[in-house]
């Protein structure tokens, strides 16, 4: 079992940067298919981005594509969301996720979650 905890959301202007952070603790980090998702109230949960266990393949939702970069630190046991020219409609409480199969942008496919952290972008 893993344990998740993220950090580094906020709230920001339109067009600025966040890089929210992921600590994972339990079983070995690179075990796990790492990804992130986000939730804007009354609405599914949405995948934004996924990389795998050794950083050999990354997959994006549409609408984050050439803002947003996932990564992961296998030795900090952390994984990572650079976002960049954020848009109001980037608002939600983002959760990261681990799954020890192959990677899905289907949000029941992973396994083991986080809090979630706030988000919030100012027009």
């Known amino acids: 079992q893993v344990q998740l905890v993220e950090s580094g959301g906020g709230l920001v202007q339109a067009g600025g940067s966040l890089r929210l952070s992921c600590a994972a603790s339990?079983?070995?980090?690179?075990?796990?298919?790492m990804g992130w998702f986000r939730q804007a109230p009354g609405k599914e949960r949405d995948f934004v981005a996924a990389?795998?266990?050794?950083?050999?393949?990354?997959d994006y939702g549409d609408s984050v594509k050439g803002r947003f970069t996932i990564s992961r630190d296998n030795a900090k046991s952390t994984v990572y969301l650079q976002m960049n020219s954020l848009k109001p409609e980037d608002t939600a409480v983002y959760y990261c996720?681990?799954?020890?199969?192959?990677?899905?942008?289907?949000?029941?496919?992973?396994?083991?979650w986080g809090q979630g952290t706030q988000v919030t972008v100012s027009s």
């Open positions: 996720a681990a799954t020890p199969q192959l990677y899905s942008s289907n949000y029941q496919w992973w396994n083991y």
């Open positions: 339990g079983r070995t980090f690179a075990y796990y298919d």
């Open positions: 990389i795998s266990r050794n950083s050999a393949r990354t």
